[in-house]
């Protein structure tokens, strides 16, 4: 086997090969059949996979002892397979509404901790978006984010009361339930002033096969071009591309 690269991290190294080595192997293995074929010794291999196994990657069977992959890496593979399916779709969708709205356009997908901006196209402007690719929004600070409340899962709420949990933030729990809920009968959201100073954005939900929400489109602008409430204009800009993308990610129609 390929010794390890002396000038990167080795117990990274070790760790994906390990990982590797079990795919390539295809069933569950005995830890000394696994150290003979990654050559290194069993103790080493051990407590890789005693870490692999902690944080859910690798699994034993307590009846033979014999290690096995679990479901984590299929699923992390299949979150990045929709998310490059994704982007591909959602990049000409975004040019085009920009140009169409005279608007920044942009897309994020929700996380555990909030929307995460994964593409951006920037319209020309005297006030500077300072909103960049990998950005992380609040569920609760951004049109994106009561996008995501209006119609993701229910985890996001978990993150949301978290940050607003407590008595002196009852009232304002409130009030950001009943305008999610009306998030939900209108099918879009705008975030005047929550994000950034004098900006405001409007966000609609985007949905994968299954009706699955998957990601909001999000148009920005200063507040003197994209008022609150936005006009019926540039609303049915923001909706339009996101049922389209939605459609062409596999969902037959938008939910009610």
């Known amino acids: 086997m390929k010794p390890l690269d002396a000038s990167m991290n080795q117990s990274t190294q070790v760790a994906f090969r390990v990982l590797e080595e079990m795919v390539a192997i295809g069933k ?20 890789f996979l005693r870490t692999l196994a902690l944080i859910g990657y690798v699994l034993q ?8 992959l679990s479901l984590k890496l299929f699923h992390l593979g299949q979150a990045i397979a929709d998310k490059t399916d994704l982007l591909t779709e959602a990049r000409p969708m975004l040019i085009q509404l920009s140009k169409t709205t005279g608007l920044t356009a942009a897309m994020a997908s929700p996380e555990a901790d909030g929307m995460r901006v994964l593409d951006l196209v920037r319209a020309h402007s005297p ?6 690719p990998g950005t992380l929004l609040g569920f609760h600070s951004s049109a994106a984010g009561k996008v995501a409340l209006a119609f993701g899962e229910a985890d996001c709420w978990a993150k949301v009361e978290t ?17 999610v809920e009306r998030v939900r009968q209108d099918g879009w959201s705008d975030g005047a002033a929550e994000t950034l100073a004098g900006i405001n954005a409007v966000s609609a939900p985007v949905y994968s096969a299954g009706r699955r929400f998957t990601a909001a489109i999000t148009i920005a602008g200063t507040m003197a071009v994209l008022p609150s409430p936005p006009t019926q204009a540039q609303i049915d ?15 037959p129609e938008t939910p009610e």
């Open 28 to 47: 569950p293995v005995e830890l000394s059949v696994l150290a003979r074929r990654l050559d290194m010794p069993k103790p080493r291999v051990f407590r």
């Open 163 to 179: 940050v607003l949990g407590g008595p002196e933030n009852t009232v304002r729990l409130a009030a950001l339930r009943a305008r």
């Open 237 to 251: 800009a923001v909706v339009s591309a996101a049922r389209t993308l939605s459609a062409n990610l596999g969902s």
């Open 61 to 68: 069977d307590r009846n033979n002892e014999r290690y096995r």
């Open 127 to 132: 006030v500077e978006i300072v909103t960049t």
